[in-house]
């Protein structure tokens, strides 16, 4: 049984190395000098560490500029998810109203439509908003989602009726109870929902990259595949600026692991 | 109340106090990275204006120019590749210029290259003023001409199709005489801008491959490789030109302005007096060849103009071209500056003034970087044996006349210019 | 009443914004795939016509829209059953009693994962390097000869793939880890004694009770790499020659830089029916399975 041990154990660290080793790589020649990366073979481990790229890549590019952007728009596309999808998917859940079930069958039928049909219109009707090259039109796909819905309602039919119920008959308001009963016993949701809106605004690539035309609006990624198309040759900057993106998300996602994790299985038994 | 914070922190960094005009110009590639060097004379000059230069990757820019047009996001006043201005002005985004050009004394047309001031004009209007120009013509070794027996460049097709089976009888069956990358249009439309019909026929309604002209210049065009003159072979396949051409791999090859610079570095100073350029020859005579290049344009939308017109007067000085040929090698549109010692005094230019006397525009529709695709997928099919020359010409005509629909419904409408 | 009203005001935001920015131009989508909606239609909407079913006839004829489907299919029958395969491989290992360190490793399994997809392709396209990447170094030690991953059209479809399967197979890994944990321990305990191997075990009882588990993540996966795009982007930019060219990524081109809006979407469309037909024929084949 001990070989068997050993093996699995083995197996473990291999395929750890596979899915780290690129990250871990990608710290190391972001801190080698300039060109030290393009040598065969490929160092592994830098010479002498520098921070000359990071200097470099805020002194002679907009990064820092690319990074408040994403951090903003990330911020706004949480608040704005937590605050509509967390409303409706309670009201799903909780509350009564005429052609309840209905809507919210024919809003899952929905989850498969890819959001690609959606975009080319989209972008007409932004343009009619005057949202195109602006953080609003950037927004404007991120306010409301059936994934959101779909996933507080979920969490909030836990909620005891009975609990609502005695606050009603006490003469609390359908907000205040919102406010103190509600909210509160979905924290862990809410953190959930979140993790989700912010990786998935800072990660966002497709839809930026049509509605943001002005270079000084750009997101990191969309920014960073500019650079990168015209920076090939210098890897170690490159490097740099990955590990800028990479950075706030792989933090996020550590300390915030076990919500987001309980977020994608209620997402996968959707289908 | 960090994202509050933020959004304050933004908010106020994007609105600096200032009662400066800012101008907004996109440029490309290279370019846009010099023309900052030129900005502060003007700025200088002009102390209200404020120059904001964005640069576009060439890749990119004509991408980003139609988002921008599409989203109501252009700048005032761009960098346009000429050949892209019918398209603009199809679109009505583009200024005329024919009023501010007959006001000033410092853009003289007449000292202009015909054939490139011409690309700017659509239906009578100018929209553009050229900033640089940009023309195919022949690179050809010198040495191994002469070794098959010629002490010139050729001057007409027969000429030029007798040296090129002089020098392939030379080189032998592993070497050719040119090399046209059959993944490039640009030497099938050259050859085809030196017959006496149009491309396009009734205002750019249908194609006119099957005239009797294209249909000739495709004939010499396919017999380079039907007759193992030129390899059959893609930019992609040869990716190193300048070695492959110092080992004689290919004698002739048709190619721009930039190349000069490209084969000055890349070749040992041993090996310089090897090659030279020429004019491309037509088929009975010297011939024309495309004229190409970037133009300066004024978008409609743009409330600053007078300012922009400003900044294109002061980038048209011969002055300023010559210093703008120092610092990118882009050769200048002016024949005035063409009189500069670095111009004159350059041997490997000189073919380049002579053939810009014949530039050519390619046909001035929006449609036409479409088109040239099409006829370049149907020349690879040609070269490759699989399609006579009439039924490519035939094929071309038809692919061209399917991307032209909607041209010829507009304007039937009288919606298109 | 009072109730009814309030509840409105609860969901009305967030569907209007759903009806806005999402109904609303799908709606708008169908119908704009049946004009020439262009780059003119633009500039001046007199310049706009209907055309039926023009665009999805011009599709059937353009060889780019069948080399992007094909390239995609390879893409997908080439990724898909990777992924899955590494997905699985890695539940097992995590699942496995014998395994050390498990919370650790599962962080480090799922961290590609949730990466932002462009700063991730930048790395992968240094590791992909001919002459400098690791990649290229570490098969050198085999005894393999450089590879040009990105710049050769007969890999770099492949590389793209290698690429997909480290990024997203965390993903269903913790989906499938999900499924292992209700298997019942007695059920394998049930098969020791009829004298099964682990292999046996595996194919008789870890499968069977996986089935539904993956049935879903194939649907997600499939779906998922049908949209193939940002890879690509940042990546190849479609190249070599076309080979990396994916239907997402015609349609972008189609639609953002030729400005042909009504031909875009009509791809769309058709990216949208092959992924419900797909989703449709697993659900099928899905109850015969369970259903004998």
């Given at each position: 049984?001990?070989?068997?041990?050993?093996?699995?154990?083995?197996?473990?660290?291999?395929?750890?190395?596979?899915?780290?080793?690129?990250?871990?790589?990608?710290?190391?020649?972001?801190?080698?000098?300039?060109?030290?990366?393009?040598?065969?073979?490929?160092?592994?481990?830098?010479?002498?560490?520098?921070?000359?790229?990071?200097?470099?890549?805020?002194?002679?590019?907009?990064?820092?500029?690319?990074?408040?952007?994403?951090?903003?728009?990330?911020?706004?596309?949480?608040?704005?998810?937590?605050?509509?999808?967390?409303?409706?998917?309670?009201?799903?859940?909780?509350?009564?109203?005429?052609?309840?079930?209905?809507?919210?069958?024919?809003?899952?039928?929905?989850?498969?439509?890819?959001?690609?049909?959606?975009?080319?219109?989209?972008?007409?009707?932004?343009?009619?908003?005057?949202?195109?090259?602006?953080?609003?039109?950037?927004?404007?796909?991120?306010?409301?989602?059936?994934?959101?819905?779909?996933?507080?309602?979920?969490?909030?039919?836990?909620?005891?009726?009975?609990?609502?119920?005695?606050?009603?008959?006490?003469?609390?308001?359908?907000?205040?109870?919102?406010?103190?009963?509600?909210?509160?016993?979905?924290?862990?949701?809410?953190?959930?929902?979140a993790t989700f809106s912010f990786l998935g605004s800072w990660s966002d690539f497709l839809w930026p990259l049509i509605i943001l035309n002005d270079g000084d609006k750009a997101t990191l990624p969309v920014a960073l595949a500019n650079l990168s198309r015209e920076h090939v040759?210098?890897?170690?900057?490159?490097?740099?600026?990955?590990?800028?993106?990479?950075?706030?998300?792989?933090?996020?996602?550590?300390?915030?692991?076990?919500?987001?994790?309980?977020?994608?299985?209620?997402?996968?038994?959707?289908? | 109340?960090?994202?509050?914070?933020?959004?304050?922190?933004?908010?106020?960094?994007?609105?600096?106090?200032?009662?400066?005009?800012?101008?907004?110009?996109?440029?490309?590639?290279?370019?846009?990275?010099?023309?900052?060097?030129?900005?502060?004379?003007?700025?200088?000059?002009?102390?209200?204006?404020?120059?904001?230069?964005?640069?576009?990757?060439?890749?990119?820019?004509?991408?980003?120019?139609?988002?921008?047009?599409?989203?109501?996001?252009?700048?005032?006043?761009?960098?346009?590749?000429?050949?892209?201005?019918?398209?603009?002005?199809?679109?009505?985004?583009?200024?005329?210029?024919?009023?501010?050009?007959?006001?000033?004394?410092?853009?003289?047309?007449?000292?202009?290259?015909?054939?490139?001031?011409?690309?700017?004009?659509?239906?009578?209007?100018?929209?553009?003023?050229?900033?640089?120009?940009?023309?195919?013509?022949?690179?050809?070794?010198?040495?191994?001409?002469?070794?098959?027996?010629?002490?010139?460049?050729?001057?007409?097709?027969?000429?030029?199709?007798?040296?090129?089976?002089?020098?392939?009888?030379?080189?032998?069956?592993?070497?050719?005489?040119?090399?046209?990358?059959?993944?490039?249009?640009?030497?099938?439309?050259?050859?085809?801008?030196?017959?006496?019909?149009?491309?396009?026929?009734?205002?750019?309604?249908?194609?006119?491959?099957?005239?009797?002209?294209?249909?000739?210049?495709?004939?010499?065009?396919?017999?380079?490789?039907?007759?193992?003159?030129?390899?059959?072979?893609?930019?992609?396949?040869?990716?190193?030109?300048?070695?492959?051409?110092?080992?004689?791999?290919?004698?002739?090859?048709?190619?721009?302005?930039?190349?000069?610079?490209?084969?000055?570095?890349?070749?040992?100073?041993?090996?310089?007096?090897?090659?030279?350029?020429?004019?491309?020859?037509?088929?009975?005579?010297?011939?024309?060849?495309?004229?190409?290049?970037?133009?300066?344009?004024?978008?409609?939308?743009?409330?600053?103009?007078?300012?922009?017109?400003?900044?294109?007067?002061?980038?048209?000085?011969?002055?300023?071209?010559?210093?703008?040929?120092?610092?990118?090698?882009?050769?200048?549109?002016?024949?005035?500056?063409?009189?500069?010692?670095?111009?004159?005094?350059?041997?490997?230019?000189?073919?380049?003034?002579?053939?810009?006397?014949?530039?050519?525009?390619?046909?001035?529709?929006?449609?036409?970087?479409?088109?040239?695709?099409?006829?370049?997928?149907?020349?690879?099919?040609?070269?490759?044996?699989?399609?006579?020359?009439?039924?490519?010409?035939?094929?071309?005509?038809?692919?061209?006349?399917?991307?032209?629909?909607?041209?010829?419904?507009?304007?039937?409408?009288?919606?298109?210019? | 009443?009072?109730?009814?009203?309030?509840?409105?005001?609860?969901?009305?935001?967030?569907?209007?914004?759903?009806?806005?920015?999402?109904?609303?131009?799908?709606?708008?989508?169908?119908?704009?795939?049946?004009?020439?909606?262009?780059?003119?239609?633009?500039?001046?909407?007199?310049?706009?016509?209907?055309?039926?079913?023009?665009?999805?006839?011009?599709?059937?004829?353009?060889?780019?829209?069948?080399?992007?489907?094909?390239?995609?299919?390879?893409?997908?029958?080439?990724?898909?059953?990777?992924?899955?395969?590494?997905?699985?491989?890695?539940?097992?290992?995590?699942?496995?009693?014998?395994?050390?360190?498990?919370?650790?490793?599962?962080?480090?399994?799922?961290?590609?994962?949730?990466?932002?997809?462009?700063?991730?392709?930048?790395?992968?396209?240094?590791?992909?390097?001919?002459?400098?990447?690791?990649?290229?170094?570490?098969?050198?030690?085999?005894?393999?000869?450089?590879?040009?991953?990105?710049?050769?059209?007969?890999?770099?479809?492949?590389?793209?793939?290698?690429?997909?399967?480290?990024?997203?197979?965390?993903?269903?890994?913790?989906?499938?880890?999900?499924?292992?944990?209700?298997?019942?321990?007695?059920?394998?305990?049930?098969?020791?004694?009829?004298?099964?191997?682990?292999?046996?075990?595996?194919?008789?009882?870890?499968?069977?009770?996986?089935?539904?588990?993956?049935?879903?993540?194939?649907?997600?996966?499939?779906?998922?790499?049908?949209?193939?795009?940002?890879?690509?982007?940042?990546?190849?930019?479609?190249?070599?020659?076309?080979?990396?060219?994916?239907?997402?990524?015609?349609?972008?081109?189609?639609?953002?830089?030729?400005?042909?809006?009504?031909?875009?979407?009509?791809?769309?469309?058709?990216?949208?029916?092959?992924?419900?037909?797909?989703?449709?024929?697993?659900?099928?084949?899905?109850?015969?399975?369970?259903?004998?």
């Amino acid at each position: 049984m001990r070989k068997g041990a050993l093996l699995t154990n083995i197996l473990m660290v291999l395929l750890g190395l596979f899915a780290v080793a690129p990250l871990l790589w990608m710290l190391s020649v972001s801190v080698m000098q300039p060109g030290e990366a393009a040598h065969f073979p490929p160092p592994l481990i830098p010479a002498n560490p520098t921070t000359a790229n990071y200097v470099t890549l805020f002194a002679s590019t907009d990064m820092a500029r690319y990074f408040a952007n994403s951090l903003l728009l990330a911020c706004l596309a949480t608040a704005l998810s937590l605050t509509f999808n967390v409303m409706a998917g309670y009201a799903f859940a909780k509350l009564n109203f005429r052609g309840r079930d209905r809507i919210f069958r024919f809003l899952l039928t929905a989850l498969v439509i890819p959001a690609q049909v959606a975009m080319i219109p989209l972008f007409l009707i932004c343009k009619e908003l005057g949202l195109v090259n602006s953080f609003g039109g950037v927004l404007v796909p991120s306010i409301a989602t059936v994934f959101g819905i779909f996933l507080v309602r979920q969490y909030a039919l836990a909620i005891p009726d009975e609990m609502l119920e005695a606050a009603r008959i006490d003469g609390a308001s359908e907000f205040r109870i919102f406010r103190v009963i509600v909210l509160p016993s979905l924290g862990p949701i809410l953190v959930t929902l979140a993790t989700f809106s912010f990786l998935g605004s800072w990660s966002d690539f497709l839809w930026p990259l049509i509605i943001l035309n002005d270079g000084d609006k750009a997101t990191l990624p969309v920014a960073l595949a500019n650079l990168s198309r015209e920076h090939v040759q210098d890897f170690e900057l490159m490097m740099a600026g990955s590990v800028v993106t990479l950075l706030p998300v792989l933090i996020l996602f550590v300390v915030l692991q076990r919500y987001y994790i309980s977020g994608l299985l209620a997402g996968s038994v959707k289908g | 109340m960090g994202v509050l914070a933020l959004a304050g922190f933004l908010l106020a960094s994007c609105s600096p106090p200032s009662t400066k005009t800012t101008l907004n110009l996109w440029a490309m590639g290279r370019e846009g990275e010099v023309i900052g060097q030129l900005i502060p004379a003007f700025e200088k000059e002009n102390p209200g204006i404020e120059v904001r230069v964005q640069q576009l990757p060439f890749t990119a820019a004509h991408e980003k120019l139609l988002t921008a047009f599409a989203g109501d996001a252009l700048p005032d006043m761009a960098q346009l590749g000429n050949s892209w201005v019918p398209e603009f002005v199809a679109l009505g985004a583009l200024a005329p210029l024919d009023a501010r050009v007959a006001a000033t004394p410092a853009i003289d047309r007449t000292d202009y290259f015909p054939g490139v001031w011409d690309s700017n004009v659509v239906a009578g209007a100018l929209y553009g003023v050229p900033w640089y120009v940009d023309t195919r013509l022949l690179f050809y070794r010198r040495d191994l001409l002469k070794q098959a027996g010629y002490d010139h460049p050729p001057r007409d097709w027969a000429e030029w199709r007798a040296q090129m089976h002089a020098i392939k009888k030379l080189v032998g069956p592993q070497r050719y005489a040119t090399y046209f990358p059959l993944n490039e249009y640009e030497a099938l439309v050259v050859l085809g801008l030196n017959q006496p019909q149009e491309m396009l026929r009734d205002g750019g309604r249908f194609g006119n491959f099957r005239s009797p002209g294209f249909k000739a210049a495709l004939t010499f065009y396919s017999e380079m490789t039907r007759d193992k003159l030129a390899p059959i072979a893609s930019s992609t396949d040869i990716s190193n030109v300048w070695d492959e051409f110092d080992r004689g791999f290919f004698s002739f090859y048709i190619s721009g302005p930039w190349q000069i610079g490209e084969f000055k570095r890349r070749l040992p100073a041993s090996r310089q007096g090897i090659w030279m350029t020429a004019p491309v020859p037509g088929p009975d005579g010297p011939g024309s060849s495309n004229a190409g290049g970037s133009s300066l344009v004024l978008f409609k939308a743009s409330t600053k103009q007078a300012a922009g017109w400003k900044l294109i007067e002061y980038l048209s000085r011969p002055a300023t071209q010559i210093r703008f040929h120092a610092l990118t090698g882009d050769l200048p549109p002016r024949r005035s500056a063409w009189a500069a010692p670095s111009l004159r005094e350059d041997r490997y230019a000189r073919a380049f003034a002579d053939q810009l006397l014949r530039a050519k525009p390619t046909p001035k529709v929006p449609e036409w970087e479409r088109i040239a695709t099409e006829v370049r997928l149907v020349a690879e099919a040609a070269a490759h044996g699989r399609m006579t020359v009439d039924q490519a010409a035939t094929e071309m005509d038809k692919r061209a006349d399917a991307i032209l629909a909607k041209r010829r419904w507009m304007l039937d409408q009288g919606t298109a210019k | 009443m009072k109730r009814e009203g309030a509840a409105w005001i609860f969901v009305a935001p967030a569907l209007a914004a759903l009806g806005l920015f999402f109904f609303l131009p799908v709606v708008a989508a169908l119908v704009l795939s049946f004009t020439d909606f262009d780059i003119y239609s633009l500039a001046d909407i007199r310049n706009l016509r209907f055309v039926g079913l023009d665009n999805y006839l011009t599709l059937l004829r353009t060889h780019l829209f069948w080399k992007a489907l094909g390239n995609t299919l390879y893409f997908v029958v080439l990724g898909v059953p990777l992924s899955i395969a590494l997905s699985l491989g890695a539940a097992l290992l995590i699942n496995s009693k014998l395994a050390r360190f498990k919370g650790l490793f599962r962080t480090l399994y799922f961290a590609p994962v949730v990466t932002t997809l462009v700063a991730v392709a930048v790395i992968w396209r240094y590791l992909l390097h001919t002459k400098y990447g690791l990649i290229n170094w570490g098969l050198g030690g085999f005894g393999i000869d450089p590879i040009d991953w990105l710049g050769d059209p007969h890999w770099a479809m492949p590389a793209i793939v290698i690429f997909a399967v480290w990024k997203n197979f965390g993903y269903n890994m913790i989906i499938l880890l999900a499924g292992l944990q209700t298997i019942p321990d007695e059920l394998y305990e049930a098969a020791k004694i009829d004298g099964a191997g682990r292999w046996a075990q595996f194919r008789h009882v870890t499968l069977p009770a996986l089935a539904p588990v993956m049935l879903v993540v194939s649907i997600l996966t499939m779906a998922g790499y049908f949209q193939l795009f940002a890879e690509p982007y940042v990546m190849t930019q479609g190249g070599p020659v076309e080979s990396t060219v994916s239907v997402l990524y015609f349609m972008f081109e189609q639609g953002f830089k030729w400005w042909n809006l009504g031909f875009a979407t009509s791809v769309a469309f058709v990216l949208f029916v092959i992924l419900f037909a797909i989703t449709l024929v697993q659900l099928k084949l899905s109850q015969r399975w369970s259903d004998p």
